[in-house]
């Protein structure tokens, strides 16, 4: 089943999005560079697209460095786009998007006319964060968890110069099933919205092909990668368990525990830098959606044209 998670708050922060967007002059979205397409919102698109934006790439710290660069270049060939890559904790390079931001809108500044900056981007995602290391003052909430940050604030970088922080926003329906557990995995769906042992998973597929060194080095299951990259998903998650200590009275190994340990390993990067999708992978994705999609409204004509009995 696939993951959707579009709670009350999400739909203030839409309205709150709306309603704001006029007096924007530059928007940054946070995507997370552990998947940069499954989290770039097509909702934030609709509501941000004819303001100039720039795409930052963040916790690239927790990022594949190789398939970071494929996604730079795959954001930057796009018309209208310039993307950069971030982690939010590193002072130098944040101060630099400050710039940017400049250089995109050239009119504004001065005590006249401040530059107003929205920041957004999926839940987690690191904006309050980015926000306070910007900001000296660090006014901005932060967690380890969805849902953070509860409504627009806006803080004074300098006279000149807005920044507003927002709840992280999904959308009302994530099309791409393998998004919805991608977003799961890095943490910005909420807890009761998904089904961990599933995310875990699906987690682990995505790891095998390309990564199986990793959970090698992490697990010590005594396998080479080709043999582990072979095993099935859930004899992999099991091993996991059982070599970790998830194990229940009688023996038998703990799915559940299991899972957590799996999901808060590539969460926290204990298993290494690792980027779940390609910009290719990603883009079969969408169009396999767009024609699921497509083919879901033809049948749904079809079944309108049919006389009722
Ligand atoms: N490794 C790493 N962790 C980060 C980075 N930026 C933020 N985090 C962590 O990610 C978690 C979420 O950060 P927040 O700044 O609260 O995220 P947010 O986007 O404001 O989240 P919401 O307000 O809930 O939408 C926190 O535990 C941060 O410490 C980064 O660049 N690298
Ligand atoms: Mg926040």
Same mark, same amino acid.
């Given at each position: ?12 922060? /839409?309205? #709150?999005?709306? &309603? ?14 552990? $998947?940069?397409?499954?989290? &770039?919102?097509?909702? $934030? ?8 934006? *720039?795409?930052?790439?963040?916790? /690239? ?7 970071? /660069?494929? %996604? ?15 982690? &939010?904790?590193?002072?130098?390079? &944040? ?25 957004? +981007?999926?839940?987690?995602? +690191? ?15 932060? +967690? ?26 999904? %959308? ?30 699906? *987690? ?9 060194? *990793?959970? =090698? ?10 043999? *582990?990259?072979?095993?099935?998903? =859930? =004899?992999? $998650?099991? #091993? ?8 229940? #009275?009688? +023996?038998?190994?703990?799915? /559940? ?22 910009? =290719?992978?990603?883009?079969? %994705?969408? #169009? ?22």
């Amino acid at each position: 089943m696939a993951i959707q998670w579009f709670p009350g708050h999400m739909r203030s922060t /839409q309205k #709150a999005i709306a &309603a704001r967007i006029a007096d924007i002059d530059v928007v940054i979205e946070l995507l997370d560079a552990r $998947l940069p397409g499954s989290s &770039a919102n097509p909702l $934030l698109a609709e509501l941000t697209g004819h303001k100039p934006t *720039l795409k930052v790439l963040n916790k /690239q710290d927790l990022a594949d460095p190789e398939r970071t /660069q494929q %996604w730079l270049a795959w954001y930057g060939a796009q018309p209208g786009t310039r993307a950069l890559a971030l982690d &939010a904790a590193d002072a130098a390079p &944040a101060r630099r998007l400050i710039e940017g931001c400049r250089a995109l809108a050239p009119q504004r500044g001065g005590l006249a006319k401040p530059l107003r900056v929205l920041v957004c +981007g999926v839940p987690n995602v +690191g904006k309050s964060t980015l926000i306070n290391t910007l900001n000296a003052k660090r006014q901005a909430k932060t +967690g380890d968890e969805a849902g953070i940050t509860k409504q627009e604030q806006r803080i004074t970088l300098a006279d000149d110069f807005y920044l507003w922080d927002t709840p992280g926003m999904l %959308w009302p329906r994530i099309a791409v099933p393998q998004s919805g557990f991608h977003l799961a995995a890095s943490g910005a769906v909420g807890r009761n919205a998904y089904d961990e042992e599933l995310v875990a998973l699906e *987690l682990l597929r995505r790891l095998q092909p390309h990564y199986a060194y *990793l959970l =090698e080095a992490r697990y010590r299951l005594g396998l080479a990668p080709a043999a *582990l990259a072979a095993l099935p998903d =859930e =004899e992999l $998650l099991e #091993a996991i368990g059982r070599k970790r200590g998830a194990v229940m #009275a009688g +023996g038998r190994v703990s799915r /559940q525990k299991a899972a957590e340990i799996v999901l808060n390993d590539f969460r926290s990067g204990v298993l290494g830098r690792i980027t779940l999708e390609t910009p =290719e992978e990603f883009a079969a %994705w969408q #169009a396999a959606a767009a024609l699921e999609d497509a083919q879901r409204a033809a049948r749904k004509a079809a079944q309108k044209r049919r006389p009722r009995p």
